[in-house]
């Protein structure tokens, strides 16, 4: 059966006028100033911790619980998106995200740091869909090069972002520096949108002068793709956020580097989502199940060396670098486009739903899994529990998935 997805753009040359170009470029920066800020956490996380008195369990609980805020708003957010416009939608999520990240540097203790964490979350989950069903619905073609493009942003952010942070943090004179700066920040960021990005890019309501057919795809979302991948999807919340909840404690605690080094190293993780688009235009053109089998096979491998064989700041530096872009530029991007192809164009703002809940429920609870890891065991064996053992067991998973039944272009 066919199935006819619209875009709204007015004319296939209007894709690549400046005009929208600017206004996409607008919207990816502020991506890249919410990826910024989600760096902040985890690279002031030992600092934090010390000056509150929390656990390293306790510290990686609050690194990652906003994770919960982004699980949780997942599916009201899908629900948003089909009765008000993208640009509303995306307003709102950058309100509540800099106000989330502002209130962290007033909080009294761990109550009320969780709450303006998790909120944070609930902001970047109105942002990020937003973002991303913009940018698929106008490259429905290249659905996991679309979504690399918005990674590309992401990747910038979090490669800027502890660099900035580490100068914000001495400017100020201490850790609040850092989250006064981003705070500030997405706020401006409002501002550039409201006056430079019109309604009638973000929005797809309007009749659409061009169409994509694609066949294939479950009527239903809940079918045998979806399920696999769904599952996959919840082992990969706790790979990533072990990684970015608590690697950079690690760095400082065990590793003993300084500030600065650790910044550098945590930027290498960023520089390595800028190479999404590889990963994206592969996965387009490629088997996608093979893609994600190879993507978890390079999380495994480099998470077992970060935590158990390098020594130097060079080694740390090289390897966060092919983590980051086995994860962002592989994993994440086709472990997303394949869950939207699971299924019709129609319901594909629904996968995303899914998507978004299924890796952002676990993913809370990642940073305190590896602090409780870590407190029963020792950093080495954390390590390759939570991120070699975690992403073997999803590259095996994949083999479950049935590429014939995914939708595609005709």
């Known amino acids: 059966m066919t199935t006819l997805a619209k875009t709204n753009m007015p004319a296939a040359k209007s894709a690549t006028s400046l005009p929208i170009l600017f206004m996409f470029g607008v ?38 619980i906003f994770t919960l805020g982004m ?5 009201p957010t899908g629900y948003l998106l089909s009765r008000y416009s993208r640009k509303t939608v995306l307003q709102v999520g950058a309100l509540i995200f800099s106000t989330g990240t502002l209130l ?11 709450v303006y964490r998790t909120a944070t979350g609930v902001g970047e989950t109105m942002q990020q869909m937003a973002i991303t069903t913009i940018a698929t619905a106008y490259f429905v073609q290249h659905r996991a090069l679309a979504i690399a493009t918005t990674q590309v942003a992401f990747g910038l952010g979090n490669f800027a972002g502890p660099l900035l942070a580490a100068s914000a943090v001495s400017a100020y004179g201490g850790w609040q520096g850092a989250f006064f700066a981003f705070g500030i920040a997405g706020f401006a960021m409002m501002f550039v949108i409201a006056v430079f990005v019109r309604r ?13 057919r694609l066949v294939g795809g479950a009527s239903k979302l809940l079918n045998r793709n979806t399920v696999v991948l769904s599952i996959i999807t919840l082992i990969t919340g706790p790979i990533l956020y072990g990684y970015l909840g608590l690697y950079s404690t690690f ?6 580097f300084s500030g600065g080094d650790v910044a550098f190293i945590m930027s ?9 688009p590889v990963g994206g235009w592969l996965g387009d053109r490629m088997p996608q199940r093979a893609m994600l089998a190879g993507g978890y096979i390079g999380l495994a491998v480099a998470g077992f060396l970060l935590f158990n064989q390098a020594q ?22 086709n472990l997303w486009s394949s869950q939207i192809k699971t299924v019709r164009a129609e319901l594909g703002a629904r996968a995303t739903g899914l998507f978004i809940t299924c890796l952002y429920t676990t993913s809370a609870f990642g940073g305190y899994l590896m602090g409780y890891l870590v407190n029963r065991t020792n950093w080495s064996t954390a390590g390759t529990i939570q991120l070699t053992l975690f992403a073997t067991v ?12 995914m939708s595609k272009p005709e």
């Open 200 to 212: 009638s890019f973000t929005e797809t309501r309007a009749e659409a002068a061009t169409a994509v």
């Open 394 to 405: 999803c590259a095996l998973l994949c083999g479950l998935l049935r590429p014939k039944l």
């Open 251 to 256: 760095l400082r605690e065990q590793m003993h």
């Open 71 to 75: 699980a949780v708003a997942g599916w």
């Open 312 to 333: 130097s700041i060079s080694d740390h530096a090289i390897l966060s670098f092919i983590w980051g872009f086995a994860h962002t530029g592989v994993v994440y991007v």
């Open 268 to 276: 290498m993780f960023g520089l390595g989502g800028l190479f999404a």
């Open 104 to 114: 962290i540097a007033l909080a009294f203790g761990y109550l009320d740091m969780l």
């Open 27 to 64: 919207i990816l920066l502020s991506y890249a100033v919410n990826a910024m800020d989600r760096m902040v956490f985890p690279l002031l996380a030992s600092d934090i911790r010390k000056v509150y008195g929390f656990s390293v369990a306790d510290s990686g609980f609050i690194a990652t």
